[in-house]
């Protein structure tokens, strides 16, 4: 009798900690579960957005475009730049050109010369005049 008394207690203790587990698993995912949800109405709305032809770009693009924002989502890896690091991308984008335009392209992105047009119109513009003496 001892023998089964010792097996029957070690079988409970191993499902008491199984249960203590699952539910320290259960209460750790909870968050992700109503992240998801959220996260599914922003989703629905994209793709009504791209489905109803108010996005700025194609169909197949939009719906693309929205599944993969809804997995960096649920991955807790999507961002909202700021407006530092956005302006932050545009000074690096200067860096791959020679001198005499990287110096004009960070004029532009730090707000000189004059600006035209939209993203929903396909692009700004943005233009600096350089007078260069004649030789």
């Known amino acids: 009798m001892p023998n089964q008394s010792a097996t029957l207690r070690h079988q409970l203790l191993r499902s008491a900690s199984a249960l203590v587990i699952g539910l320290a698993a259960l209460g750790g995912a909870s968050h992700v579960f109503a992240a998801g949800k959220a ?47 956005l302006k932050e991308n545009a000074l690096r984008r200067c860096e791959g050109l020679p001198q005499s335009d990287r110096i004009d392209c960070e004029k532009r992105v730090n707000g000189q010369g004059n600006s035209e047009g939209s993203v929903a119109s396909g692009g700004i513009l943005r233009e600096t005049v350089t007078i260069v003496p004649a030789k």
């Open 39 to 85: 996260g599914n109405s922003e989703y629905q709305q994209q793709i009504a957005a791209c489905k109803s032809g108010a996005s700025t770009e194609d169909r197949a693009t939009c719906l693309r475009e929205a599944g993969a924002a809804q997995q960096a989502a649920a991955r807790g890896t999507l961002t909202d730049p700021g407006a530092d690091q």
